[in-house]
């Protein structure tokens, strides 16, 4: 946020993931995001859960971009997600997203938003095998560890897309 800040970018974050939005929105950083997008329960009066109301795979993950692309944020606006918006006129356009992510549901969404000129990082933990193979067969543009520490490759990398964003 800061090195965007340097530079004169607004940065927002968001979250796409097939985990649980409980759980996503207990952490600390949640607030720092401006929207989560994660599968939820619904619960019964009691608190009690009693069925999946949300189910984010690796299908609407890539709607859930285009929500982004378009600032409709509402999971229950789908006349106005649906609506034809020409790409000029789109508040978060695709050249300027950069999606990261750790896992084969995300494979959709990195190729998409790589394909319309934003920018993919596969991330790793230990074994960095299927995120290279991601990167050998053109559907991201960047692997790196899972490591956001400062002066990590990964920071590295944002850095360097954040410097080619601003030019």
């Known amino acids: 946020n800061e090195y965007g ?19 996503i929105e207990s952490v600390d ?33 890539t709607q859930y971009i285009f929500r982004i692309n378009k600032q409709v944020l509402d999971v229950n606006d789908d006349a106005d997600l ?18 990261i992510a750790d896992g084969l549901t995300d494979v959709p969404c990195m190729r998409l938003v790589k394909e319309y000129g934003g920018k993919s ?3 790793y933990s230990s074994n960095d095998a299927v995120a290279k193979s991601l990167k050998d067969v053109g559907r991201v543009n960047y692997i790196a560890k899972a490591d956001y520490s400062s002066g990590s490759e990964m920071e590295q990398i944002v850095q360097s897309i954040l410097d080619h964003m601003k030019a």
Do not use: Q
């Open 82 to 99: 649906n609506k034809y918006v020409p790409k000029t006129e789109r508040p978060i356009p695709f050249e300027r997203m950069i999606y």
């Open 29 to 61: 950083i949640a607030k720092e995001f401006k929207k989560i997008y994660a599968c939820r329960y619904f619960y019964d009066e009691e608190g009690i859960a009693k069925w999946p109301a949300v189910i984010v795979n690796y299908t609407t993950k």
């Open 121 to 123: 990082i596969a991330v």
């Open 5 to 23: 800040k340097e530079l004169g970018l607004e940065i927002e974050h968001y979250v796409i993931s097939s985990g649980m939005s409980e759980i």
